[in-house]
Nanobody
Framework: QVQLVESGGGLVQAGGSLRLSCAAS????????MGWFRQAPGNEREFVAA????????YFADSVKGRFTISRDNAKNTVLLQMQNLKAEDTAVYYC?????????????????WGQGTQVTVSS
């Protein structure tokens, strides 16, 4: 059983930056592919970014490509989402997710474990 705890959310002006962190415990972190998702009010949860177990492969939603980066530190059991040039439409609750596997996974249903989420609000 893996527990995930997100942090780093907050209120930022458009054009600003935030770094989200996800701390994992309870499993062999390096065995898990990790993802970030977000959900705005009234919307379905959507894919943001994913990173493979080694960190060697990453994938981003088109809406964040070039503005967000994802990284992981397997020694510290953490995954980071660096967000730059934030826009009002990035406002959402951001969730960290994990699943065992060697690939990248972009589907909500592919993930086994989820954090509680952290709110990101971008003011325009």
């Amino acid at each position: 059983q893996v527990q995930l705890v997100e942090s780093g959310g907050g209120l930022v002006q458009a054009g600003g930056s935030l770094r989200l962190s996800c701390a994992a415990s309870g499993g062999t972190f390096s065995s898990y592919a990790m993802g970030w998702f977000r959900q705005a009010p009234g919307n379905e949860r959507e894919f943001v970014a994913a990173i493979s177990w080694s960190g060697g492969s990453t994938y981003f939603a088109d809406s964040v490509k070039g503005r967000f980066t994802i990284s992981r530190d397997n020694a510290k059991n953490t995954v980071l989402l660096q967000m730059q040039n934030l826009k009002a439409e990035d406002t959402a609750v951001y969730y960290c997710a994990a699943r065992r596997g060697l690939r990248l996974y972009m589907d909500v249903v592919a993930y086994e474990y989820w954090g509680q989420g952290t709110q990101v609000t971008v003011s325009s």
